[in-house]
């Protein structure tokens, strides 16, 4: 995943820093990667070099959306509703249920606060759904979901393909300074590192 904030979801979660997520193990590889891979300038394979140009040609389709998200985000919160929450159900209603055995339960009427939720969320969706279209929050963001898909594959089939040199495990460690690969990925650099270290077997 990118090295940068990961964006707040449509409730307002926080911001999360990919850096703060990846696995400590998967970190320690990197800095093995990277030291093994600092030791020559020369450049990749041919095969290796197309992967990593076809990862930044993604990467900066994926930025250039950035911007226009972002201005549309701010739009669609300035207008966006809030969430309905459910209420509690009456006295009479949960000593009702508690009476309720459980071959009833597929036959028992739902709680009028249960009913007034799903009346009121069915409202709120249809709102939101307009409010993303009219601030063209909806379009734009779906449109980057699709440009983070494929920058991810980007940078996962130049991470899979197998490094026959330092070089090509130097094109791996930029892509991985940018993107920064999961931790459970690093089997596939370990490989690269048993390969070129010429341990051979499995990792």
């Known amino acids: 995943?990118?090295?940068t904030s990961v964006r707040a979801a449509a409730e307002g979660m926080p911001n999360v820093n990919r850096r703060r997520l990846l696995n400590l193990t998967g970190a320690g590889l990197a800095l093995a990667a990277t030291a093994m891979a600092a030791k020559s300038d020369a450049a990749p394979s041919a095969q290796v070099a197309d992967l990593e140009a076809a990862f930044h040609a993604e990467w900066a389709a994926l930025r250039s959306l950035e911007p226009a998200l972002n201005a549309a985000e701010l739009r669609y919160f300035a207008v966006r509703g809030k969430r309905p929450v459910a209420g509690e159900m009456t006295a009479e209603e949960v000593e009702t249920l508690r009476k309720t055995t459980v071959a009833e339960l597929a036959t028992m009427q739902p709680s009028r606060a249960s009913v007034e939720h799903a009346e009121?969320?069915?409202?709120?969706n249809k709102a939101d759904a307009a409010a993303r279209r009219k601030t063209g929050y909806g379009k734009i963001?779906?449109?980057y979901a699709k440009a983070t898909h494929r920058t991810s594959d980007a940078a996962n089939a130049l991470l899979r393909y197998p490094a026959?040199?330092?070089?090509d495990l130097a094109a791996k460690v930029?892509?991985?300074r940018i993107w920064e690969y999961d931790g459970s990925d690093f089997?596939?650099?370990?490989?690269?590192i048993a390969r070129l270290a010429g341990i051979g077997g499995e990792v």
């Open 1 to 3: 995943m990118p090295n």
């Open 120 to 124: 009121a969320l069915r409202a709120y």
């Open 141 to 143: 963001d779906k449109a």
């Open 164 to 167: 026959a040199t330092l070089e």
């Open 174 to 176: 930029r892509v991985h």
């Open 187 to 192: 089997n596939f650099i370990m490989k690269d």
